[in-house]
């Protein structure tokens, strides 16, 4: 059975009534074919696959402290979290790999997606956060992981930020459209797009968009860990 947020969801409360030890072995294995996905639909390497292993016991280490991913999701890193991301980098990899291409990731929290694509391969990642408990994981997450050259935590509001020019704007569970696109235009070169992702309220919050001026080329794909979510991009953006 192909493991997605609903399936898991359904599982969960399978097993709730079961012994604990059930319970982890269940997590364990979700977690394992998550890293067979990472493998066999990515290519990663070796290296690249035991980055990812150090960011997710990371976020886990910091978890209880500072709550930096939603509490019920903690416990599926791997599918809820790294997966979910890294869902978007066949979108935007061909772009993302050129040496001088910068992406710009909106209210990066835990590093999703900004930390994932630079661990899968990303010339340059700036990670724009404004709070600061999260920079100081950001930039830790970026140790960790070897990617200190190719990122950098920007602790500042996007709205006041200086333009970054970027050629992909990336963004999840951030802010409604509208909203996005107000804050995010200033810092996209001519030319660049948005790779975001979306929960169940998409068409909506593109007919809001649209309402608001925004005028646009969008293409979605399915999600692949939320069965009600999608990939969203968008290309040509105006008002």
Known sequence: ??????????????????????????????????????????????????????????????????????????????????????????????????????????????????????????SHVTMMESVTKKTVFLSEACRVCGCLGKTRVARERIESAKPENADIITARAFAPLPKLLEMGQRHLKPGGKYVLLKGRAFESELADARDAGWRFSVTTFPGLVDPEGVVMILEGVVR
């Open 1 to 122: 059975m192909e493991i997605n947020a609903l399936n898991l969801r359904l599982l969960k409360t399978t097993l709730a009534w079961r012994p604990i030890r059930i319970y982890k072995q269940f997590m364990q294995t979700n977690t394992e074919s998550v890293k067979k996905w990472f493998e066999t639909e990515l290519h990663v390497s070796r290296e690249t696959l035991s980055h990812l292993e150090h960011y997710a016991d990371l976020v886990v280490k910091w978890q209880p402290s500072i709550n930096i991913v939603g509490a019920s999701t903690a416990e599926d890193v791997w599918a809820r979290h790294l997966q979910d991301s890294a869902q978007i980098w066949p979108h935007l990899a061909d772009i993302a790999q050129k040496p001088d291409a910068k992406i710009i990731d909106f209210g990066s929290g835990a590093g999703f997606p900004g930390v994932v694509l630079s661990i899968l391969g990303a």
